[in-house]
């Protein structure tokens, strides 16, 4: 089996692009015809290489499209009693930008022709992802599309808090931090060098201090733009080396390790494949299904590796808490054999997702609360170090000339 990005148009000459997983292209060939589809180019991706540029090449095509409201607006309006292809109308009168407009009328005109929604979706898969579409799939075939897009609309929604809450609590502390270097910046290469003439007219000798901050100015100033430099360099090296699937995991294990950040991230992964998996099994989705689509929301390539080669132990006859469940936090674990012994592992993996979600809103301001004063009191430190160097050499000047 592979990924195959394809290109083809439709017997009204329309262009749609996406990708499929079949043996080899001629089932691919085969598949598009059977879609009624004219082939234009047909291309194997390499493992990874497929949902990029069938993103990239979608989001060129219809923008970013937006996935959540979406979902939300299309739940609201199937409970309301609107067949799908009038939920789909109203929605494309509400939406003003054009391509999302366009993406929408595709998927309705598909719809109109046959198709299920699954199937319509399918080939915009770079923009709303398999897990999407396997969840959508799931409600079509138990008969309760519905549901499945409500679970799913919440599941976005919550996915989508998550992030803003990590986002938002680290906007002030990230806003500090470059505040205090800018302002040390300019104490160093602007500050410094005006008195620095001063005590060179005066042709006195200088404090220890002085002398310390005043060669820190002159290294700044002359070695400014390269250090400048090799701090884009080693971050263009850092975002090469995180497209290497191996060197990428190493360095999230190590990320792992770090005293604070290491639990945070951790907390934040295991809450996001706890929900994911809580979801899916709850639209009635196989749990072998299900640990291979929910791996795929973990960012941390190590813990998404530990979490696939758990899933084969599963499959190999292993419970899922001895199998999956001691990657789950210490706090969680006996949670999840309950869970899975009392057969309501869905429910149970919902409540560890919340429990860590809440965790990782105290542990973030446990942090912001040392990282905030922590940096203030650096910069009153360095700020006062470098006032006290110019004051202790300007009153050894006076002292100098007094004398």
């Given at each position: 089996?592979?990924?195959?990005?394809?290109?083809?148009?439709?017997?009204?000459?329309?262009?749609?692009?996406?990708?499929?997983?079949?043996?080899?292209?001629?089932?691919?060939?085969?598949?598009?015809?059977?879609?009624?589809?004219?082939?234009i180019d047909i291309e194997l991706r390499r493992d990874g290489e497929?949902?990029?540029?069938?993103?990239?090449?979608?989001?060129?095509?219809?923008?970013?499209?937006?996935?959540?409201?979406?979902?939300?607006?299309?739940?609201?309006?199937?409970?309301?009693?609107?067949?799908?292809?009038?939920?789909?109308?109203?929605?494309?009168?509400?939406?003003?930008?054009?391509?999302?407009?366009?993406?929408?009328?595709?998927?309705?005109?598909?719809?109109?022709?046959?198709?299920?929604?699954?199937?319509?979706?399918?080939?915009?898969?770079?923009?709303?992802?398999?897990?999407?579409?396997?969840?959508?799939?799931?409600?079509?075939?138990?008969?309760?599309?519905?549901?499945?897009?409500?679970?799913?609309?919440?599941?976005?929604?919550?996915?989508?808090?998550?992030?803003?809450?990590?986002?938002?609590?680290?906007?002030?502390?990230?806003?500090?931090?470059?505040?205090?270097?800018?302002?040390?910046?300019?104490?160093?290469?602007?500050?410094?060098?005006?008195?620095?003439?001063?005590?060179?007219?005066?042709?006195?000798?200088?404090?220890?201090?002085?002398?310390?901050?005043?060669?820190?100015?002159?290294?700044?100033?002359?070695?400014?733009?390269?250090?400048?430099?090799?701090?884009?360099?080693?971050?263009?090296?850092?975002?090469?080396?995180?497209?290497?699937?191996?060197?990428?995991?190493?360095?999230?294990?190590?990320?792992?390790?770090?005293?604070?950040?290491?639990?945070?991230?951790?907390?934040?992964?295991?809450?996001?494949?706890?929900?994911?998996?809580?979801?899916?099994?709850?639209?009635?989705?196989?749990?072998?299904?299900?640990?291979?689509?929910?791996?795929?929301?973990?960012?941390?390539?190590?813990?998404?590796?530990?979490?696939?080669?758990?899933?084969?132990?599963?499959?190999?006859?292993?419970?899922?808490?001895?199998?999956?469940?001691?990657?789950?936090?210490?706090?969680?674990?006996?949670?999840?054999?309950?869970?899975?012994?009392?057969?309501?592992?869905?429910?149970?993996?919902?409540?560890?997702?919340?429990?860590?979600?809440?965790?990782?809103?105290?542990?973030?301001?446990?942090?912001?609360?040392?990282?905030?004063?922590?940096?203030?009191?650096?910069?009153?430190?360095?700020?006062?170090?470098?006032?006290?160097?110019?004051?202790?050499?300007?009153?050894?000047?006076?002292?100098?000339?007094?004398?």
């Amino acid at each position: 089996m592979g990924v195959y990005f394809y290109r083809a148009l439709t017997h009204d000459g329309r262009e749609v692009s996406g990708a499929v997983d079949q043996a080899e292209e001629r089932s691919v060939l085969a598949w598009l015809e059977s879609q009624g589809y004219i082939p234009i180019d047909i291309e194997l991706r390499r493992d990874g290489e497929a949902d990029t540029a069938t993103a990239s090449t979608l989001r060129r095509q219809y923008g970013r499209f937006p996935v959540g409201d979406f979902t939300e607006g299309l739940g609201m309006l199937l409970r309301a009693g609107l067949p799908l292809d009038k939920a789909l109308s109203s929605l494309i009168a509400a939406t003003a930008e054009a391509k999302s407009r366009r993406l929408l009328e595709t998927v309705q005109r598909e719809i109109r022709e046959g198709s299920s929604l699954s199937k319509a979706l399918r080939q915009f898969e770079g923009i709303f992802g398999r897990l999407y579409l396997s969840l959508i799939q799931a409600g079509e075939m138990s008969g309760n599309l519905d549901a499945a897009i409500e679970r799913l609309s919440a599941y976005l929604e919550s996915q989508q808090q998550l992030r803003e809450r990590v986002v938002n609590a680290l906007i002030y502390p990230v806003i500090l931090l470059v505040v205090t270097l800018l302002s040390i910046i300019v104490l160093m290469v602007v500050v410094m060098p005006k008195f620095k003439q001063l005590f060179e007219d005066m042709d006195a000798e200088l404090p220890a201090i002085t002398q310390a901050f005043l060669a820190t100015s002159d290294f700044l100033r002359d070695y400014g733009s390269l250090l400048c430099g090799l701090l884009l360099g080693v971050i263009t090296l850092g975002f090469a080396a995180g497209r290497n699937p191996s060197l990428r995991a190493r360095t999230d294990r190590l990320a792992l390790r770090l005293p604070w950040i290491g639990g945070l991230v951790h907390r934040v992964e295991i809450a996001r494949y706890a929900e994911t998996l809580s979801m899916m099994l709850g639209c009635g989705i196989p749990i072998q299904k299900s640990l291979g689509a929910s791996s795929q929301v973990v960012g941390n390539r190590w813990i998404r590796q530990q979490l696939v080669a758990s899933a084969d132990e599963i499959k190999e006859g292993s419970s899922f808490g001895k199998a999956i469940g001691r990657y789950f936090p210490a706090l969680t674990q006996q949670m999840v054999r309950i869970g899975e012994q009392s057969g309501n592992l869905d429910q149970t993996l919902s409540n560890i997702a919340r429990i860590l979600q809440q965790e990782v809103g105290r542990s973030i301001q446990r942090l912001i609360s040392v990282f905030e004063p922590l940096i203030i009191v650096t910069l009153g430190v360095i700020v006062a170090a470098v006032i006290g160097s110019i004051m202790v050499a300007v009153l050894g000047m006076n002292d100098l000339i007094s004398g």
